[in-house]
């Protein structure tokens, strides 16, 4: 097994895969929205998807973005849609690509970047600290964490 992060272009083959694996993943509650994002290209600026993959095939995906599911606007960058396959979980695929997403928004300049979950346990693993619980689009509370880049 031989894991790498790529940053997704628009309009190349990685971006069709992409696609492809997020209409057939089995997020169910998030897959329409990525898959529209990915298929409209509604990134702005610095805005992006990355994959993770193993021997050209994509083992997951997460994103890079200026807002999320949430009404708070003047925070950002979100790390968002972070997911790996089943059969590859366990083995911190998603740190990995948390990790490349961190280094990029770094480049960029960004000193901090923002994961929301609905859980403790998983994001603090990768060095992020909880924040406060914030009120999703839909009502419900989850827990934001940040992480400071320059440390």
């Known amino acids: 097994m031989q894991i790498k992060i790529y ?5 190349t083959e990685l971006n069709d895969k992409l696609l492809s694996f997020v209409r057939n993943s089995s997020w169910d509650e998030v897959k329409e929205h990525t898959s529209q994002m990915i298929s409209d290209n509604s990134f702005d600026e610095w805005e992006s998807m990355f994959v993770a993959v193993d021997e050209n095939e994509i083992v997951g995906h997460a994103s890079i973005m200026k807002t999320d599911y949430y009404p708070i606007y003047d925070i950002y960058p979100w790390i968002t ?3 790996v396959t089943e059969k590859y979980r366990g083995i911190r695929i998603c740190g ?3 990790d490349y ?8 300049g960004f000193g901090r970047t923002y994961i ?4 403790f346990g998983i994001y603090e693993r990768y060095g992020y ?3 406060k619980d914030i009120v999703n ?9 940040t992480k400071d880049l320059f440390e």
Do not use: C, W
Not at 101 to 108: D, H, M, S
């Open 137 to 145: 689009y839909g009502g419900g509370t989850d827990h934001l964490f």
């Open 7 to 11: 940053k997704v272009e628009p309009n």
């Open 81 to 83: 849609t972070v997911f």
């Open 101 to 108: 997403i961190n280094q990029y928004a770094k480049e960029l």
């Open 129 to 131: 600290e909880y924040l």
């Open 116 to 119: 929301a979950s609905e859980h």
């Open 96 to 98: 990995m690509m948390i």
